[in-house]
């Protein structure tokens, strides 16, 4: 990365030193980078912000009021309440992961420590998170998580154990999916709305909302969809923010874990630099 920024300080020196002109290092060219974790930043911001506290605890005060306001209206003859919510990086994040990570040189996401790391117990409480699905426990609305995973033989023991390690409530075989073989939650999701009124879902992914935004796999595509479906987030759909991992890598690379290779880091580049403003 250092001598990435080198060679864009450079570019830029240069173009001011004849003038007015400004450029922009070129989006094609692949450049050779010292290598770090191409994510660091987003692992620094995730462990040290407010802010990306803060938007947890917006996330869940949103969801608390439609709780509410649910609770309030339900008649006796109504369908029990439920609001149903991913697992990683909503209501559990991984701080000390991604410093295990970005401390040992690792780079992008590393499968292979996820596995070591998912059976420790290390992960920790969203901001919010504990607070929120207790006031549902108290209100009598009832938490699903449906969570995505594979660690191979135990995945579903060390998911429940994650949730009770953490003292979460609704931590129980009842309430725990953990889809293994696919990351469609929407079956499981629908059989739950059969049974409950499900007030709000919570994600950090749009696949945890509906299917459909997987199945765009383009980012822009996913943007327009988002755009179309506006009126749905903050109401419906409760977003939790996760700038290191998901489907919006894979909307880049066309996988959620991508390879450390030149060529990605090049295409990571390029992805960046795609509306540079400046003169050629
Ligand atoms: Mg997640």
């Known amino acids: ?47 040290t912000a407010a802010e990306y506290r803060a ?11 439609y709780v509410d306001e649910a609770v309030a209206k339900k008649k006796k003859k109504d369908k029990p309440l ?11 994040i991984h701080d000390r992961y991604w410093a295990h990570l970005i401390a040992n040189g690792e780079e ?8 070591k790391y998912i059976p420790t117990n290390s992960l920790l409480p969203a901001p919010g998170a504990l607070d929120f699905l207790n006031h549902c426990k108290e209100k009598g609305v009832e938490v699903f998580y449906v969570t995505s995973r594979d660690q191979g033989e135990g995945t579903y023991e060390m998911a429940l154990g994650n949730l009770q390690a953490l ?3 609704y931590a129980d075989k009842e309430h725990l999916t953990v889809l293994v073989d696919t990351s469609n939650k929407e079956p499981r999701q629908k059989e739950i709305a059969e049974k409950y009124n499900v ?13 459909k935004y997987y ?16 009126d749905l987030f903050g109401t419906k759909y409760i977003i939790m923010p996760n700038p290191t991992d998901g489907h919006w890598i894979a909307a880049i690379f066309g ?18 630099t795609r509306n540079a403003w400046g003169e050629k």
Not at 256 to 272: C, G, I, Y
Request: charged share 25%; glycine share 4%; net charge negative.
């Open 1 to 47: 990365m250092k001598k990435l920024l080198v060679s864009a300080l450079a570019a830029t020196v240069l173009s001011f030193g004849i003038g007015s002109e400004v450029t922009v290092a070129s989006a094609a060219e692949p450049q050779s980078v010292t290598k770090s974790n191409i994510l660091t930043m987003a692992a620094v911001w995730k462990q």
């Open 55 to 65: 938007l947890y605890y917006q996330g869940f005060n949103i969801a608390q009021k």
């Open 82 to 92: 439920a609001v149903i919510t991913d697992m990683d990086d909503t209501v559990v």
């Open 108 to 115: 992008f996401f590393d499968d292979p420590v996820w596995d």
């Open 167 to 169: 003292g979460f409530p």
């Open 199 to 211: 007030i709000v879902k919570l994600g950090d992914s749009l696949n945890d909302f509906q299917r």
């Open 215 to 230: 199945i765009k796999k383009d980012f822009e595509e996913r943007n327009l969809m988002t755009a179309m479906d506006k």
């Open 255 to 272: 996988q959620s874990e991508p390879e450390d290779t030149e060529e990605n880091r090049a295409l990571w580049q390029k992805t960046a």
